[in-house]
C-alpha cells in the first residue's frame, strides 16, 4: 500500500532564505508526482507535477525533483517571502490512477 | 475564464441527515474528483469521474456516493451522516484522467455534523 510522507510537518523561517521540503513514498510504482499549496479557504493550487520519467521541474524560484528509486522528491524554494507562506502538499499517483497524498508541510515565513 | 466551483461552501447538519456538495468543473474538462480531507489528516480520495461514468472509488462505505451530469458537473451524496464525515470536501477537475495532467482545485465545502 502506498504511502506519503512529508517532513517536517511545521517550518518557521525568515524571509529572503531558501529552504527545502521533504516527501517520501513507499512504492516506486508510479505515474507522476505532484506539488499543491494550500491557502486557508482558497482550496489547492497545483505548484509542479513531475512524470515518473522526469527528474526535476521548475517554476520561477520553485524547483522540485524526483528519485523515484530511493522514493523522494524535494521541493526547494529560493528567496522566500511571506507570500510563500502556505500548507505544501505532495501526492503520487500510483498504479491505479489514484493520487496518495501526503499530510502537508506548514510553512511560515516570517517578513 | 472560470475556475472549479464548489457549493455550497459551508454546510452544518446532524447525524444521520443526508447532504449533497455540488462541483462544476473547468470548462473542457471531463473529469471529476471528489476528496475528503479531516481537520489533521491528508486528503483522502473519495470518487473519480469522467464522461459520465464512475471510473474509480475510494475506500469509503456505499452511503457516499455520487453522480456526473453530461455537462460534467458533479454531485457527492453522503447519506446516514456520522460525526466523523466532518470535513473539508474538495473537489478537483482534469483533462480525461491523462497521468500527466495537473488537478485544478475548487475551494472546497466545510461541512459539520453535529
Known sequence: KQEVTQIPAALSVPEG???????SFTD????????????????????????????????????ASLDKSSGRSTLYIAASQPGDSATYLCAVMDSNYQLI??????????? | EA??????????????????LRCSPISGHTSVYWYQQALGLGLQFLLWYDEGEERNRGN???????????????????NALELEDSALYLCASGDRGATNEKLFFGSGTQLSVL
Open chain 2, 3 to 20: 475556475g472549479v466551483t464548489q457549493s455550497p461552501t459551508h454546510l452544518i447538519k446532524t447525524r444521520g441527515q443526508q447532504v449533497t
Open chain 1, 17 to 23: 532564505e531558501n529552504l527545502v521540503l521533504n516527501c
Open chain 1, 101 to 111: 497524498w501526503g499530510a502537508g508541510t506548514k510553512l511560515i515565513i516570517k517578513p
Open chain 1, 28 to 63: 516506486s510504482a508510479i505515474y507522476n508526482l505532484q506539488w499543491f499549496r494550500q491557502d486557508p479557504g482558497k482550496g489547492l493550487t497545483s505548484l509542479l507535477l513531475i512524470q515518473s520519467s522526469q527528474r526535476e521541474q521548475t517554476s520561477g524560484r520553485l524547483n
Open chain 2, 60 to 78: 469509503f462505505p456505499p452511503r457516499f456516493s455520487g453522480r456526473q451530469f453530461p455537462n460534467y458537473s458533479s454531485e457527492l451524496n453522503v
